[in-house]
């Protein structure tokens, strides 16, 4: 028999930073949890504890909320990964662990293990039904879409790829037995990979399509301090060897491992398979269809965060932009978590007093002025 159709105010999918920051602010505002269904395809955090063993975050923690700066990597204005888990730069086994107490101290309800297999506006007042992968439907209002990017890493970008491991897929670098590896890409996770590969003593050839030299602060678009104090650190070693504007066109098997043609035929070899370092697509799953993209495959959203084509439907998390502004890290996107809450908060009649914290926190970022301008403060 098919089971009855459950009626809820509030879907949020996705248990990472940015369901669980905006289920957090909700129930502080007061709703109830007959009203707000969170619904997690695997555990609370799993996309940290997908991460290899030895990586670590590049966004420093530190136990500073009180004086109203809060560590950069809290989700809400009362917790700090630096004060719970002790650490600076936190593992991701660390976050994930952060992700559990903060569920914990809220008392919210994450329905683990249930993913969200299809999702349609009804345009009534239950604006949408929600399919999970178990067969149960639900039928709700508003829908916080929170599924993050690490269910789509970017892969096929160059012929050839499949022959190349994402770094997502990565589980210890210690497990990577050759003696050479060409990584590609030298951003953030490609120099992580060469860091690490060097430190277990590998030669590795670190391959950068470009040759970039931005005047940014903005660690979204270049090294972060921990991440190129590291690179620094190797400079000497002789293990790292840095190719630049190598876009890399194709990969071959040969007798001997692998070979890396560019766009302009150079060759470079990897002895082990070659480490895709590219990076991660936008993750809509279900609700692809519900959004339209712009022109670099970023979802069109409004003011209120909400799909430009699917009413009450929000995003949250590092595929918000805005402008010139991607909100890609958590103490970027964690700012705009007032956003939906605020709207669902308003028309269901909730307490909106607590948006005075989060602004003392500076976790309400409504005027996006402020990262536009990419000045020098050095
Ligand atoms: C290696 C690496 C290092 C990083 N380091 C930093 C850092 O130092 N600082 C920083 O700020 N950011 C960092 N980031 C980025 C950060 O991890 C992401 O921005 C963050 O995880 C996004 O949070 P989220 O909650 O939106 O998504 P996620 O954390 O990915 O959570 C999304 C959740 O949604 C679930 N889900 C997806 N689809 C469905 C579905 N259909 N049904 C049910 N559940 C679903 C997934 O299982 C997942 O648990 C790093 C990312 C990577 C990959």
Redesign the pocket.
């Known amino acids: 028999m098919k089971p009855e159709l459950q009626h809820t105010k509030v879907v949020i999918?996705?248990?990472?930073?940015?369901?669980i920051g905006c289920a957090a602010l909700l129930k502080q505002m007061g709703l109830t949890d007959d009203a707000m269904r969170i619904?997690?395809?695997?555990q609370i955090?799993?996309?940290?504890k997908a991460?290899p063993k030895e990586?670590k975050?590049?966004?420093p923690s530190f136990p500073s909320n009180g004086f109203h700066q809060t560590d950069l990597?809290a989700i809400t204005p009362d917790t700090s990964p630096a004060f719970s888990i002790g650490k600076e730069h936190l593992t991701g086994e660390d976050y994930a662990t952060y992700l559990q107490n903060v569920v914990k101290h809220y008392d919210i309800k994450v329905e683990e293990n249930?993913?969200?297999?299809d999702v349609l506006p009804q345009g009534e007042d239950d604006d949408f039904l929600i399919t999970l992968a178990s067969g149960e439907q639900i039928a709700t209002q508003y829908l916080i879409w929170?599924?993050?990017?690490?269910?789509s890493p970017k892969k096929a970008t160059f012929g050839g790829s499949e022959l190349c491991t994402h770094n997502?897929e990565i589980d210890s670098w210690a497990n990577c037995d050759a003696d050479h590896y060409a990584v590609i890409g030298c951003y953030?996770?490609g120099v992580d990979a060469a860091y690490n590969l060097a430190s277990l003593g590998k030669k590795v050839t670190l391959i950068d399509a470009s040759y970039d030299q931005a005047d940014t602060y903005d660690p979204s678009r270049v090294l972060s301090p921990y991440t190129a104090e590291r690179l620094a650190s190797l400079v000497n070693t002789q293990l790292v060897e840095l190719e630049q504007c190598f876009e890399v066109n194709q990969v071959i098997e040969t007798s001997s491992g692998y070979e890396l043609i560019s766009m302009t035929g150079d060759r470079l070899s990897s002895q082990g398979k070659p480490i895709n370092c590219t990076g991660?697509n936008t993750?809509l799953?279900?609700v692809s269809d519900l959004f339209d993209l712009d022109s670099e495959g970023f979802p069109l959203i409004n003011k209120f965060d909400e799909s430009t084509i699917c009413r009450n439907l929000f995003l949250?998390?590092?595929k918000l932009v805005h402008g010139e502004v991607l909100l890609?890290?958590?103490?970027k996107?964690r700012g705009r978590f007032t956003t939906p809450c605020s709207i669902i908060a308003t028309e269901l009649d909730l307490d909106l007093s607590i948006l005075k914290h989060y602004q003392q926190a500076g976790m309400l970022l409504q005027d996006l002025s402020c990262c536009e301008d990419q000045q020098c403060f050095c």
């Open positions: 999918v996705g248990a990472g930073p940015s369901g619904f997690e395809a695997k955090g799993s996309t940290f991460w990586m975050m590049i966004t990597n249930q993913k969200v297999i929170a599924g993050g990017e690490f269910s997502s953030e996770s991660f993750h799953g279900p949250t998390g590092p890609c890290f958590i103490y996107f």
